[in-house]
């Protein structure tokens, strides 16, 4: 097997989505297993930190001032925006990075790469980088299916740096202690401390991927039907106050059949949440991937975006609803998105209920639970 390129100080790069860096985690696992003894760190922005430092697996997180530059720039003070990016770009190159792995693809993520000082620089040919990014990279990944799932596609990098390299297949985000006590002190305020195993529902996604979101009265149907079959339906909510608008409504629309979650205020809270269920319901979101890297089976419903590339984590159990539309998978989305709403409730119910049946373990502590 050949060797890596040496290197103490490495560089990776994957700005955000939450999603997108979530996926991104077996990669660098993979890499960190490269390298064991290497300085490994990871250049995000600040809405995705939180995933990054809840993995624990790199040394250092680096956040990208993208909120303190968009601030000068509508300030109309492009001298402090010429500022704060020197500044930053200062902290950048002192680190002396000599591998940069560049798995976000576009044109801010390769002149950040350039701009490190990163003599080498690992990147994906066109058409997986856009915005041409790939000039920037002087090492490139082989990716042969254009259509392979975020997963296999960072994996590919990883190949890049050392042919033959694996990514694990072990659960890779577990929640911190910190995290649990504090779930289990509000659960106890409600007088649930010892709830666990119920199939937990998460209706919300990001602002810009409201096209993803399936309609809370599809929602409430879900969580009739999963009571009609005996199980404990959760559904989990965030700080966002639409998200938590959504949530309330969904709740008063399942007429008692539904457990309103402790709010997660963190990643960390969301990941103590999910290692308390079952089976975890979404869209193809961020907090979706997440419970499938921490081990926890998933139904993904799905119906805008690439259905094989963003299948969940191959490592967990996982199934999926699709109703496949003429106009799917698209990238814009639309306001009434038909791909979402034509998903029958009765479908998500029997996925989540073949899930349990195909986990014995999952079905008998579910039954027990209910006892």
């Not at 693809?105 to 997986?128: E, H, T």
């Amino acid at each position: 097997m050949p060797n890596p390129p040496p290197a103490d100080r490495i560089l990776i790069l994957r700005l955000g989505a939450m999603g997108d860096v979530i996926r991104t985690l077996p990669s660098v696992a993979a890499l960190r297993g490269i390298y064991p003894g290497a300085h490994l760190t990871w250049l995000v922005e600040p809405a995705s930190a939180g995933v990054v430092e809840a993995s624990g697996i790199v040394d250092e997180v680096l956040v990208f001032p993208r909120r303190l530059l968009v601030e000068s720039l509508r300030e109309g003070d492009p001298r402090e925006f010429v500022r704060r990016l020197r500044r930053f770009l200062r902290t950048l190159r002192d680190r002396r990075f000599e591998i940069s792995v560049d798995f976000h693809g576009l044109l801010k993520s390769g002149w950040l790469a350039w701009l490190s000082g990163a003599p080498i620089r690992f990147g994906y040919p066109p058409p997986i980088a856009r915005e041409m990014a790939s000039l920037f990279a002087n090492r490139q990944a082989a990716l042969h299916d254009p259509e392979a799932s975020r997963f296999a596609r960072n994996a590919s990098l990883v190949e890049a740096v050392l042919p033959g390299t694996g990514v694990p297949e072990t659960p890779l985000l577990r929640p911190s202690a910190l995290a649990q006590a504090r779930l289990t002190a509000r659960l106890r305020a409600a007088g649930r401390e010892r709830a666990q195993d119920f199939v937990l529902l998460h209706p919300g996604s990001s602002v810009r991927a409201l096209h993803k979101r399936y309609p809370a009265q599809g929602w409430a149907a879900v969580a009739r039907g999963l009571a009609a079959e005996g199980r404990e339906v959760w559904i989990a909510c965030g700080p966002n106050r639409h998200e938590r608008s959504l949530t309330e409504d969904i709740v008063r629309r399942a007429g008692g059949d539904l457990v309103l979650a402790p709010e997660t205020r963190s990643f960390d809270d969301l990941l103590a949440l999910q290692a308390r269920s079952s089976v975890f319901v979404a869209a193809d979101s961020g907090p979706l991937h997440a419970a499938s890297l921490a081990g926890v089976p998933v139904v993904q419903l799905i119906g805008p975006t690439h259905p094989r590339q963003n299948a969940p984590w191959a490592a967990s159990p996982h199934r999926r609803v699709h109703v496949p539309a003429p106009c799917s998978p698209c990238r814009g989305g639309c306001a009434r998105p038909v791909c979402m709403s034509s998903i029958a409730p009765a479908s998500v119910v029997s996925e989540v209920e073949a899930l349990l049946d195909a986990t014995p373990a999952l079905s008998r502590a579910s039954s027990e639970s209910r006892a």
